[in-house]
């Protein structure tokens, strides 16, 4: 059986992984792509079109139909992800560990990038969920907000941990037992997104900013700070320097959050809230400090130094993107054995080393160091203890929740 060894790339492989911010997914990665156009769909308009239109009410979890699965006489399956979320080789004609995966199983891999947005590729999905029909998918990855709406639906089916001993033994503690998928019954992460403080040390004339108050305060930084368009992120924040618990809050401490920042906006010490651009902003020191996601920094750094972050002593947001299979689907067994098998430490590793997010993988360093120990020491790719124990999940919301909040936030915002 075929081992995955990624100690056995070039350097021309590594280096490929390490592309600048300039080219690639650095000019525009994933998760700011999903960033910049996520708030003007989830917008109470938005939010709307994924409670109504048809979508039957929610069932109690667990409740999601059994289907026949075809995996035993079908060695293939259907995986649908975001763009620039595996990783693939120097001349970006294969996928190297997609590729092993079917020469040690057997089993190919229909990967398809049809994911750019939660809100559009539920509008894609959901007719056939709805009608209890196979979407064509068998694999998808989206983001543990939608994960938890999908679950609450019951229109995934139930994993069965005996297909998964890679993954159960591997998940890192932090990811464990989100509020909406305890145990991980139905899902897997793909990655994990840290919401971080990062700056232009040259913009700040070398001053470090570590902290919410900072940015929401400091004359110093005065028109010159960003946050993000995603209500969990900068609201999220926002709570944990209150001393709040993002997990456990009520509607007046999120009512007190958007407050805060109202009065940032009023006085000018935001100068915007933003999406992908950011980046850019940051990297020139127009944005002397803003809320940043983890794997762009990775990317900026590689470029300029000046750029630097940061984990508030209060704590930090981390969400994640998350492996589910859908209702219906016809290959649950084979993707099950997908997701395992990205749970091996080697083939983790692989993968972290590309796409640079956190690694929900444990004891993964080893394997991350063969093919670079710069990637490996990184603690925005493997967070190290005292870093994930700061780490801070929003809560999951009820629809009336995600409407109400959604719709302050969109006014705060301007959108």
Not at 78 to 99: A, C, G, H, I, Q
Not at 257 to 277: C, E, M, P, S, Y
């Amino acid at each position: 059986m075929e081992q995955y060894q990624p100690d056995s790339l070039s350097a021309a492989q590594i280096a490929a992984m390490r592309r600048s911010v300039t080219s690639g997914r650095g000019a525009l990665t994933r998760r700011s792509l999903l960033r910049a156009g996520g708030v003007g769909a989830l917008t109470v308009g938005g939010l709307a079109g994924l409670s109504a239109c048809g979508i039957p009410p929610a069932k109690r979890e667990g409740e999601g139909p059994a289907s026949t699965d075809f995996s035993a006489t079908e060695m293939t399956l259907s995986f649908s992800n975001w763009t620039e979320y595996m990783d693939v080789s120097e001349d970006e004609k294969s996928r190297p560990t997609l590729e092993a995966f079917t020469r040690r199983t057997g089993i190919k891999v229909k990967y398809t990038e049809d994911i750019n947005d939660n809100v559009e590729f539920f509008g894609k999905i959901k007719p056939q969920l709805a009608a209890g029909q196979d979407t064509g998918r068998d694999l998808i990855c989206v983001t543990d907000w939608l994960a938890a709406r999908m679950i609450r639906l019951g229109w995934v089916q139930k994993l069965d941990p005996s297909h998964l001993p890679h993954a159960y033994a591997n998940l890192s503690t932090q990811f464990r037992r989100p509020d909406w998928d305890p145990g991980r019954a139905y899902s897997y992460p793909w990655t994990g997104i840290s919401t971080v403080i990062a700056y232009n040390a040259k913009a700040t004339g070398g001053r470090k900013v570590d902290s919410v108050t900072q940015l929401l305060d400091d004359p110093a930084l005065k028109g010159r700070v960003g946050f993000l368009t995603e209500m969990r992120d900068s609201v999220g924040m926002t709570l944990i320097d209150m001393g709040k618990d993002p997990g456990k809050f009520t509607d007046a401490d999120f009512d007190g959050a958007i407050g805060r920042l109202q009065k940032a906006v009023d006085k000018k010490q935001i100068r915007r809230f933003t999406g992908n651009d950011y980046t850019s902003d940051l990297d020139k020191g127009d944005l002397a400090a803003c809320l940043a996601w983890a794997g762009d920094i990775i990317q900026l750094q590689a470029d300029n130094p000046d750029i630097k972050f940061a984990i508030p002593s209060a704590g930090y947001i981390t969400s994640s993107d998350n492996l589910l299979v859908p209702a219906n689907s016809r290959h649950k067994t084979n993707a099950e054995k997908l997701i395992d098998y990205y749970y091996e430490l080697p083939v983790a590793a692989q993968l972290a080393a590309y796409i640079n997010y956190v690694c929900p993988v444990d004891g993964v360093k080893d394997e991350l160091s063969k093919i670079d120990p710069e990637l490996a020491n990184n603690t925005l790719i493997l967070p190290d203890k005292a870093m994930a124990a700061k780490s801070r999940a929003f809560r999951s919301l009820s629809s009336a929740e995600e409407t109400a909040y959604e719709e302050k936030f969109a006014k705060l915002i301007g959108a």
